[in-house]
């Protein structure tokens, strides 16, 4: 990276973002190499975000500054619900195949995440594998396997809700059937597409039922 490319990135980060400056300073003065991608990326993503919320500020005024703002609240909230919750639930459910003596165990991980994003829960690969064990005639590891099968099966009772509050002020059910909806129309895709379009709706008709009607 150049002086001049260096230069224009602090300048950026000095009017726009001041917390980060001191730094991304430093990070440049140092000679660390991420922090180039870093700025880099955290510039053009705030000037794309600037960009797109001016554009629904114009389309729709605050409606649909609004309806943008709460699309990418519905992403995030996603991401951090829906996704975050299938690896983790899967990764944990792949580690007790694994320890249990399993075959196979990184394909049924495969196949666990997958069946997690559809929301259809761990459990498809976890009580087959401990109904195996079992048959084996390994009670033990059979017993410890159905006690941690329970465990991840049930983590995203408390971990989904929580992870998406953290990411939408939405309400629960809306996010569920975007995510199921979009699957099951546009496939992996939809898991994001879905619960965007059902945000969207739900701002846009919220805010209409809820207008205050203009007196002639």
């Known amino acids: 990276m150049t002086a001049e490319e260096q230069k224009s990135i602090l300048d950026y980060f000095a009017k726009a973002e001041p917390y980060y400056y001191p730094f991304i300073r430093f990070q440049f003065e140092t000679g660390a190499r991420p922090s180039e991608t870093t700025a880099i990326t955290w510039a053009d993503v705030n000037t794309a975000a600037r960009t797109v919320r001016k554009f ?7 409606r649909g500054e609004d309806a ?8 995030r909230g996603v991401a951090l619900g829906v996704v975050v919750t299938a690896l983790v639930q899967s990764l944990l459910g792949g580690l007790g195949l694994l320890v249990a003596g399993v075959p196979f165990a990184g394909m049924l991980t495969a196949v666990m995440l997958l069946a997690c994003l559809a929301q259809l829960g761990p459990m498809l690969v976890l009580i087959p594998a401990t109904i195996w064990v079992y048959w084996t005639g390994d009670n033990l590891w059979g017993t410890l396997l159905l006690v941690w ?3 991840v099966g049930t983590l995203d009772n408390f971990l989904r809700p929580f992870l998406i509050k953290q990411g939408a002020d939405l309400p629960l059910l809306l996010i569920f059937a975007g995510v199921i909806g979009g699957l099951l129309s546009l496939g992996l895709l939809g898991i994001f597409v879905g619960p ?6 739900y701002t846009l008709l919220d805010a209409w039922v809820n207008e205050t009607p203009r007196m002639d």
């Open 56 to 62: 629904g500020a114009r389309l729709g005024g605050p």
């Open 68 to 75: 943008v703002v709460l699309a990418s609240q519905a992403i």
């Open 149 to 151: 099968t329970l465990f």
């Open 196 to 201: 965007v379009v059902l945000a969207v709706a």
